[in-house]
């Protein structure tokens, strides 16, 4: 537990140095707080940097320019001790968005000075008093939508600046029960673990496999390209249903790293999933290229189930890899 604060302290103290210092100041401050050879994992296209100089210079500086007086707005923080081989260890989660006004151009997305928001989830890992490790993914397309653009065709579900938990209570700052965190822990590996009908196991309506793991009012807070759903009802035919059905070839790779404390918990794999389009999910055209899925989930436990989700997929890098430049393409294209 003591490993638990002085890893979320050496978080805040952090964020509190970088969301005040000016651009020219944010190598500075991550080398306070980070190790030299930081494995910095960030969504395309900043992809994995390494060391504080690569990130101050290729993501932060950047983001800090084209959004002024930048803030962040945390809904979710927590720490867990990660048991997966290879990456064993403290971590501690984030969760919410990053809020500016958008005065300079970003990856070529053109200002709109207007409020924006960039949707993101980190995860960091902690040794000798000292990240070592990040995995930042953030919501670029929701980011494109809100400056007028439209990254994609229209999605299943509901496009929203999304909140962050119904119970406003996911910043864990202080030491929480620990056998809450065993209980969120034991929903989530429930759930990942009884994804049968999707991976060959037992045939039965989705319905009837999501009720197992989600409370009826459960809500997919999905990324920009799939939008948010509520009720396991509306969920199964607005995301999880048309995704199962998307895809053929699909391959599991574990995670990196998952974790939780008291109600909330969370993972994230690099890629989770390498899948091939069979046609239809998100408007797009069948392949016969695998596609790999970076993705972060965050999640609220009610009861002995899982009840809110909110899920980063680096869509930019999957459709890519189906030889989509979403970002290049959008550069051309005018505000709608």
Known sequence: MSDFQSAKNLIRSLYDALDSARPDQIEAVLEKSVHPDWHWQGFHPFNDL????AVAGQFWRPLRTALSSLQRRLDIFFAGENKIAGHEGVWVASMGHLMGLFDQPFLDIQPTG???LLRYAEFNRIE???IVETAMYFDIPHLMMQAGLAPFPPQTGAHLVQPGPLTHDGLLFGPQPPEEGGKT???IDYMVGDIKTWRGGREEPLVDELRRSW?????WWGPAGIGASYTIERYAAQHSGPFRAGFKDRIFNGHICRIAEGHYGGFFGRPNLTLTPTGGFMGMPASEQPGDMRVIDMYRRAGDKLTENWIFI???HFWKMQGLDVLGRMAEVPRT
């Open 128 to 130: 000798a008093g000292k």
């Open 185 to 187: 822990l034991a929903a």
């Open 114 to 116: 207007k409020i924006a």
């Open 215 to 219: 409370n009826e009012d459960m809500v």
């Open 50 to 53: 390494t060391g504080p100089a």
């Open 314 to 316: 680096d869509l930019l």
